[in-house]
């Protein structure tokens, strides 16, 4: 029987972390290294986000799923307010060690119920989105919102440098001290392993490669500018291919819709790939994985992608910059400029195939030394320690083989 959102199962674990997101599908994917530390030293965690299709697999790592009422592209203060009371009440039942808030509504919402609650609460801002890359009314009430809200978590993270310093700029943090920089959520270099390029066609005077764009189908990620550059470079290198994976119409403000999606494949520019649990198969077939996103946290497709060895194209914003050294791991384009990315994809496509490998190897060193999920999960486990003094979080605790490996 699931847990529904009013019982929880018995309480057996000496201690309680709550994951709060406004996707369980984001917490499945992102933090399953995090998950079976946790697990795996007897912790109780708890997810709470809205119910996908994730619920049964988070269930099956072990978490307890509660549905959470989260309106992501709403405006709607009565909605907000839903949300607000939904997580101050679970709180009030869970009374959890330590929650970590994901995303911009839960770390706004989330941060400000923990407080009224009186349970410790981290902020993790896993990118800026929409609030810092446009000048509108909504993104200004954001940013009044994190200004009232991030005076309560006991410590705020950041992926990247810029999305700190712009917090600072703006004044949003009442207590900048408590600002820690994260430096990615990491990846698993193990699971995501390095994978020779695929096979060059038997016409080695054929231009081909086989680019994909991964993630959420947002114009925010620049798929409209990756659609164009396609475009542009079809008429020139007929045998290079274009493929998008990821979910449509999601509930965000800059979500792409089915029916754009449906147009671009009769038009013949875009594969779209739909969706996949495991993106292993689809970056492995690729000769380079592509981002032109306006803004990004440290974007884990990315960092998927280089750890298995492939060559990136991303635009020179915060977050991608982070994970690309260009000319050496990839290379970096203009944002919202299909021009330009044209001409850095047509540069791969020009590139000779030890040219790609070498950069794809430079990818895979790069992400490993800075990257590597177990210095994020170590960074995790530090931080309980201090907030708990919990013995369960002493470095000598070994997590064992209690998840198994399962993804």
């Keep these: ?98 929650v970590f808030h994901y995303t911009i509504k839960p770390n706004i919402y989330g941060s400000v119920a923990a407080w009224l609650a009186r349970v410790p609460s981290i902020a993790v801002t896993t990118g800026l989105g929409y609030v810092f890359i446009q000048k509108s009314r909504a993104a200004q009430v954001a940013k009044a919102l994190y200004r009232l809200a991030f005076r309560f978590p006991r410590e705020v993270w950041f992926l990247n440098r810029d999305d700190h ?55 925010d990620k620049g798929v409209g500018e990756y659609v164009e550059a396609a475009r542009m470079l079809l008429a020139q290198y007929p045998q290079a291919r274009f493929q998008l994976l990821g979910p449509v ?42 981002l032109p996103s306006y803004r990004e946290g440290v974007p884990r497709t990315l960092m998927e992608a280089s750890a298995m060895g492939r060559p990136i194209v991303a635009t020179n914003v915060p977050g991608c910059r982070e994970v690309v050294t260009d ?30 490998r070498a950069m794809g190897l430079r990818g895979r060193e790069k992400v490993t030394a800075e990257f590597d999920e177990a210095l994020v999960v170590e960074r995790y486990r530090q931080t309980m320690h201090a907030l708990t003094g919990s013995s369960v979080f002493d470095r000598r605790v070994v997590p064992g083989a209690a998840m198994g490996e399962q993804r």
């Design 1 to 98: 029987m699931k847990p529904s959102s009013r019982t929880l199962p018995e309480r057996t674990a000496p201690l309680t972390v709550c994951l709060v997101c406004n996707t369980g599908f984001a917490i499945y994917t992102y933090r399953q290294g995090v998950i079976r530390m946790l697990v795996a030293r007897g912790v109780r965690v708890v997810v709470l986000a809205p119910r996908d299709r994730t619920f049964p697999l988070l269930e099956q790592m072990g978490c307890h799923c509660i549905e959470l009422p989260v309106a992501s592209k709403g405006t709607n203060p009565l909605d907000d307010l839903r949300t607000l009371a939904a997580l101050y009440r679970h709180y009030r039942t869970i009374r959890p060690s330590v």
């Design 165 to 219: 310093d712009a917090f600072l700029n703006e004044k949003l943090l009442a207590h900048p001290e408590r600002a820690k920089l994260l430096h990615g959520e990491g990846v698993d270099v193990d699971y995501f392993a390095l994978t020779p390029l695929p096979p060059l066609p038997r016409l080695s005077h054929a231009k081909a490669c086989t680019f994909v764009l991964i993630g959420r189908l947002l114009w």
């Design 327 to 356: 000319n050496v791991t990839g290379l970096l384009c203009e944002a919202k400029n299909a021009g330009n990315l044209a001409a850095k994809l047509a540069q791969v496509i020009e590139m000779s195939e030890d040219e790609r």
């Design 249 to 290: 119409g999601v509930d965000n403000p800059s979500a792409i819709t089915q029916a754009d999606v449906d147009g671009w494949r009769k038009e013949g520019i875009v594969e779209y790939l739909g969706e996949a649990h495991d993106v292993r198969p689809v970056i492995a077939n690729a000769d380079c994985v592509v």
